[in-house]
């Protein structure tokens, strides 16, 4: 593993009176698979184009609102002990739209530093703002991430041409999983953007929302492909050509996501997860994983507003859910429903 650095230097204070101080500058904090030099790359993206299982990992609040840090850790602990091959870190699931950029920068380098030669780092640095993307970006490389995620522009819609100039922009600055889902963007990533995109030596591959019946379009094509539907992903893997998932529920269930991706087909245990799954997602993510992590024990119940936890009705059927799998949550000691005036909400943070 690397020696861990903070993420600024500076050099030492001039002795000569009337001096000026050195700017701080940016610090490249090694890992196992990116930043590397410029003939290894090549088989970076290699490896990184052949992960099965990645989950979209939570960021646990203290009751003021700040990370959980120890809570992260134990989280991203139990994904790596799971067979987890990588993180996307501040992704919608980890709310990475209700952090700051500091923030945001802070929990990618943290992960890199703690866990970065033991499984891939996924920074969450899209934006609509291709400015915002690509400083984002250069910055989660700067501190060791191993490739980005990057979301098309969302609320203002840009054309193809703004799309291709707006995705080859970040391809440039390192390893990318594009990523389609236009029920939160309003715009579904054209298929010739795609098959043009695909050509960049940076495209990792996509992770499309839309269902599988896109994912076999663009695996016959040789695009690779995540699912980025919990409850599609095993008919995604083994029927569709998908490599993977980048999976919600994985942060509960990492051992049994693992099983789905890794083994046979296994269409008998998919149908036993459905129903948890779809629990998942009875409001909009992270609501119930939220939820569920405090009922489960293994976060604070604390909120970052818009978000809310779920309702006493879903969370008595989430907690009987989830007592069912209870021996495959890591960390789980028992499941609760909890009281309403349990959960926290945060305002400002």
């Not at 119930?288 to 489960?296: G, H, S, W």
């Amino acid at each position: 593993m690397a020696t861990q650095m903070s993420l600024f230097s500076r050099t030492r204070a001039p002795t000569c009176p009337g001096a000026r101080r050195a700017r701080p500058s940016a610090v490249r904090v090694q890992a196992t698979l990116l930043p590397l030099p410029a003939s290894e790359t090549r088989s970076t993206v290699d490896r990184l184009k052949k992960l099965r299982l990645i989950t979209a990992i939570k960021t646990p609040y203290l009751a003021n609102g700040k990370f959980d840090l120890p809570a992260y850790d134990a989280l991203v602990s139990h994904q790596i002990e799971n067979g987890v091959e990588g993180l996307i870190v501040g992704g919608t699931t980890g709310e990475g739209h209700l952090m700051s950029w500091d923030e945001h920068v802070m929990l990618i380098a943290h992960t890199v530093n703690a866990f970065g030669d033991k499984i891939a780092v996924i920074g969450n640095t899209g934006s609509n703002s291709t400015r915002e993307a690509l400083h984002a970006t250069e910055q989660g490389f700067a501190v060791g991430m191993h490739a980005s995620l990057q979301i098309n522009p969302y609320y203002g819609k840009t054309s193809k041409a703004g799309l291709l100039n707006h995705f080859n922009a970040v391809l440039n600055e390192g390893p990318a999983v594009v990523y389609n889902v236009p029920g939160r963007t309003g715009q579904d990533i054209p298929d010739d953007v795609v098959m043009e995109i695909c050509q960049h030596s940076n495209f990792l591959g996509m992770k499309e929302c839309t269902g599988n019946a896109r994912i076999k379009n663009y695996t016959s094509k040789g695009v690779n492909c995540w699912s980025g539907n919990d409850d599609e992903a095993h008919d995604a893997r083994h029927s569709n050509g998908a490599v993977g998932v980048i999976s919600v529920t994985s942060n509960v269930i990492p051992g049994l996501m693992h099983k789905l991706m890794h083994g046979s087909p296994d269409p008998q245990l998919n149908a036993d997860l459905k129903e948890l799954m779809g629990w998942m997602f009875c409001e909009p993510n992270p609501i119930a994983l939220n939820t569920a992590l405090a009922m489960c024990g293994l976060a604070r119940p604390v909120f970052r507003l818009p978000y809310v936890p779920l309702s006493r009705a879903q969370r008595e059927k989430g907690a009987a859910l989830l007592s069912k799998v209870q021996e495959h949550i890591p960390g789980c000691k028992s499941v609760r429903v909890m009281e309403d005036h349990e959960f926290i909400l945060v305002g400002r943070h």
